[in-house]
């Protein structure tokens, strides 16, 4: 599976109608929410905000809306294209400005198709890589060597403590967890504590 590397805008108008959509990364099903109802309230003038999500490592966790429109005339299209782009972890919405024609069923299908397929050309696919949390203990007289270890391991250091001894936290990519939780055992003597979260 793919997660978008940031967001992406398309823009398609049929027979005066304007669709406009939009596609974000998104954690949670929460987060998917929340942008959601910030789209309404910022298109407060428009017609619909048809909406589609994919959240999960599998992409397993879906919601759509058809917001007002015929049912299954909007999210479900929306839904289905981004079903088939392999993205997870993505908000996918279609903000409609009535154009003073009626599409019918047909024609909504086939718009809201459109332009859900629009916005994932515009989308950048990175791959999804699973990472777990980490935190460190250890003494001054490893920290750099440390660093460096987590630097070539590709770990995210998300934050630094120094007291008595020095702590980190981060996250780091889960099939690397057994070689870090190894090489600091070995550069420490033992001495560095490691311990990983989900």
Request: some cysteine.
């Amino acid at each position: 599976m793919n997660v978008p590397a940031g967001p992406a805008v398309a823009e398609i108008e049929i027979k005066r109608s304007r669709f406009l959509a939009e596609l974000v990364p998104v954690s949670s099903q929460e987060q998917a929410r929340a942008f959601l109802k910030a789209q309404k309230e910022k298109y407060a003038d428009a017609a619909h905000v048809v909406h589609a999500f994919s959240v999960g490592k599998t992409g397993g966790t879906l919601g759509c809306s058809d917001d007002g429109e015929p049912s299954g005339t909007a999210g479900r299209p929306v839904l289905e294209v981004l079903k088939g782009s392999g993205l997870t972890n993505a908000m996918l919405t279609v903000t409609r400005w009535f154009g003073g024609t009626l599409l019918g069923t047909g024609g909504l299908v086939k718009a809201y198709t459109e332009a859900a397929k629009a916005v994932v050309a515009e989308t950048e696919p990175v791959e999804l890589v699973e990472t777990r949390s980490f935190r460190l203990g250890l003494g001054y007289d490893l920290y750099e060597r440390a660093k460096r270890l987590l630097e070539a391991l590709g770990a995210e250091i998300g934050e630094e403590r120094f007291a008595t001894d020095v702590e980190l936290e981060g996250r780091v990519r889960s099939d690397r967890v057994d070689r870090l939780s190894a090489e600091m055992t070995e550069l420490s003597a033992g001495k560095c504590s490691v311990s990983f979260g989900d």
